[in-house]
């Protein structure tokens, strides 16, 4: 199995990357695929703090980025690191750009039609970015959905991929040493929704996460026993309270997303996707 880390950098909501990047993954086989997403990249000062991530996690960069300095920036410093950086849309549009005698208009977020569902995309990004990790509960009454689970659960990608979908969601860890803030059980607005996976997967996927980050893999983090408990302890909150489990062992985050818009749907059917 090979692991590749991907960031995807666009100076929008980043659905067109997904969709490339998507598309080209499926004709490779043995892949575990570490997707990082960094939408709304416009400014310098946005692509530094990515740019470190980027240098923790190496890996193939795909960028839709029109700012002609904040794109030299970002292609000299992959250059530096040794990282292929690869403008996705160039392609297609040098040559749209010959057969037309037209320039191209570098306008970030062009493809995107300025109406109501594209701000709705645009806040519920911000909304997801500051609520990664169970930051900023005090307004957790303000999401559309709450994802839970323990570490490593794929509540931060999925959270994502549903706030490109125009959901605003907040992610919420699950530590048997520290149980979460009673805040979330008196919570009405949100559909609350548990992530879980098999013991098993959960340790695998722990152990690359640790020799990513050069760490010792042998730690109770990683304990089969320790997983277990954590995962028992993360469904007695999910049974007591009635919430809805998906179990994310053998989907993926797309998959996962679709299950979550469903329940959504169920509890919110005027609000449904056409």
């Given at each position: 199995?090979?692991?590749?880390?991907?960031?995807l950098?666009?100076?929008?909501?980043?659905?067109?990357l997904?969709?490339?990047?998507?598309?080209?993954?499926?004709?490779f086989?043995?892949?575990?695929?570490?997707?990082?997403f960094?939408?709304?990249?416009?400014?310098?000062?946005?692509?530094?703090?990515?740019?470190?991530?980027?240098?923790?996690?190496?890996?193939?960069?795909?960028?839709t980025?029109?700012?002609v300095?904040?794109?030299?920036?970002?292609?000299?410093?992959?250059?530096?690191?040794?990282?292929?950086?690869?403008a996705?849309?160039?392609?297609?549009?040098?040559?749209?750009?010959?057969?037309?005698?037209?320039?191209?208009k570098?306008?970030p977020?062009?493809?995107?039609?300025?109406?109501e569902?594209?701000?709705?995309?645009?806040?519920?990004i911000?909304?997801t970015?500051?609520?990664d990790?169970?930051?900023?509960g005090?307004?957790?009454?303000?999401?559309?959905i709450?994802?839970?689970?323990?570490s490593?659960?794929?509540?931060?990608?999925?959270?994502?991929?549903?706030?490109?979908r125009g959901?605003?969601?907040a992610n919420?860890?699950l530590?048997?040493?520290?149980?979460?803030?009673?805040?979330?059980y008196?919570l009405?607005?949100?559909?609350?929704?548990?992530?879980?996976?098999s013991p098993?997967?959960?340790v695998?996927?722990?152990?690359?996460?640790?020799?990513a980050?050069?760490?010792?893999?042998?730690?109770?983090?990683v304990?089969q026993n320790?997983?277990s408990?954590?995962?028992?302890?993360?469904?007695?909150?999910f049974?007591?309270?009635?919430?809805?489990?998906?179990?994310?062992?053998?989907?993926?985050i797309?998959e996962?997303a679709a299950?979550?818009?469903?329940?959504?749907?169920?509890?919110?059917p005027?609000?449904?996707?056409?």
């Amino acid at each position: 199995m090979i692991r590749l880390h991907l960031h995807l950098l666009s100076d929008s909501t980043g659905e067109t990357l997904e969709n490339i990047a998507k598309a080209s993954l499926v004709q490779f086989d043995g892949v575990e695929t570490i997707k990082h997403f960094w939408p709304m990249v416009r400014s310098e000062g946005h692509l530094d703090r990515i740019l470190t991530e980027i240098a923790q996690k190496p890996g193939l960069v795909l960028f839709t980025i029109v700012n002609v300095e904040v794109r030299r920036k970002l292609e000299s410093r992959c250059h530096a690191l040794g990282l292929p950086a690869v403008a996705a849309l160039d392609p297609v549009i040098d040559a749209l750009s010959r057969m037309l005698g037209q320039e191209a208009k570098a306008r970030p977020g062009r493809q995107h039609i300025l109406d109501e569902a594209y701000f709705r995309r645009v806040e519920a990004i911000g909304y997801t970015i500051a609520h990664d990790d169970g930051i900023g509960g005090e307004d957790w009454e303000e999401a559309d959905i709450i994802l839970l689970g323990v570490s490593r659960s794929s509540k931060t990608p999925t959270s994502i991929y549903l706030a490109n979908r125009g959901y605003k969601v907040a992610n919420v860890p699950l530590v048997m040493e520290a149980p979460p803030p009673q805040s979330l059980y008196q919570l009405r607005h949100p559909v609350v929704v548990g992530l879980t996976a098999s013991p098993e997967r959960l340790v695998q996927v722990r152990r690359n996460r640790l020799l990513a980050l050069n760490q010792s893999p042998e730690t109770p983090y990683v304990d089969q026993n320790v997983v277990s408990a954590e995962i028992a302890f993360a469904r007695r909150i999910f049974s007591d309270r009635g919430w809805p489990v998906i179990d994310v062992t053998r989907r993926s985050i797309e998959e996962t997303a679709a299950a979550v818009i469903n329940l959504y749907n169920a509890r919110n059917p005027s609000e449904a996707e056409s």
